[in-house]
């Protein structure tokens, strides 16, 4: 449905994107990472036609963006990060507007009153926009993108600057819409693409880091040995004690639960069983281990390692994070100009 490749994009000497390849297939909900400044929003511009490439092609359904881009535009749904509202019309006026833009050939009223049933605002389509609270306003923003029907939906930060009550509203939406939609979804929010997105793409520096399964990359990074362990223990003694014991990584004090024990966070090296070695010097030194708790890995500890691990390389050698489909993490030059263009 997607099929990107290499997309590039420079502003000057600065490569904002660079050469991005992958392909989103019909009815994915897709996760699209990376830290300020990675390249996320010039991205979703690009793949939208709001911004042509340097270098590099976008396919939708087959036809190429520049070459024809009516017919690629209008399997697309785009919500960006500033939804493109009128604050001086009502949110009737304002979808009458966008339904002519688009040239839309479905019957308006009935295909209007569809829109605004499935993002709930029906009860406020005679308000002024600029009355509305933001979490209604986004909803005003998905229902313009979703006038036509799109194959395609391309949401750039739904949830950015809503309460609690609101993201929680806008997440149940989106994963609502991607029962029968394609969807990408840019968000900052780790938890929101852990909850909603079952694929992975993440960028960094503007390139390509990973691009793999959620549950795949969770399992792939989880091959380090996490527990949290219970001790019947001195708790000034236990860091330095456990730290000693080969392949251990991480020692940490996370609080004492009961009366003389101490809870703590212990992580080996990649591949290492840490269980039997920790059990022996415990009991070496006639400590009980009362509570020992697996600590799974969590979405945001892979974007973080992923981040770290491509901002500090200064080769071309892979991703040492088995499972990922990863590209070499070239060096881009960055300046000034960069955030500017960027906009995020």
Known sequence: MIEVTGLTKRYGRTTVV?????????????????????????????????????????????????????????????????????????????????????????????????????????????RMIRNLSKGYRQRVGLAQALINDPQILILDEPTVGLDPKEIVEIRNLVRTLGQTRTVILSSHVLSEIQAICERVIIINEGNLVADALTEDLARSAAANSRYIVRIAAPEDQVVPVLSAIPGMLKVEIQGVMEPGTVDVLVEAEKDVDIRRALFETCAKRGWYILVITPVGVSLEDIFLQLVDQTSSKKDDSPLTLDGASESPAGETEKDETEEEDEGE
């Open 18 to 126: 660079n050469n991005l390849t992958f392909t989103v297939r019909r009815g994915e909900i897709i996760g699209f990472l990376g830290p300020n400044g990675a390249g996320k929003s010039t991205t979703m511009n690009m793949l939208t036609g709001y911004t042509a490439p340097t270098v590099g092609t976008v396919r939708i359904n087959g036809y190429n963006l520049l070459d024809a881009p009516e017919k690629a535009k209008t399997a697309i749904g785009y919500l960006p990060e500033i939804p493109p509202l009128y604050m001086d019309m009502t949110v009737d006026e304002y979808l009458k507007f966008v339904f002519g833009l688009k040239n839309c050939k479905f019957p308006r009223k009935e295909h209007l009153d569809e829109v605004c049933e499935v993002v709930r605002i029906t009860h406020v389509r005679h």
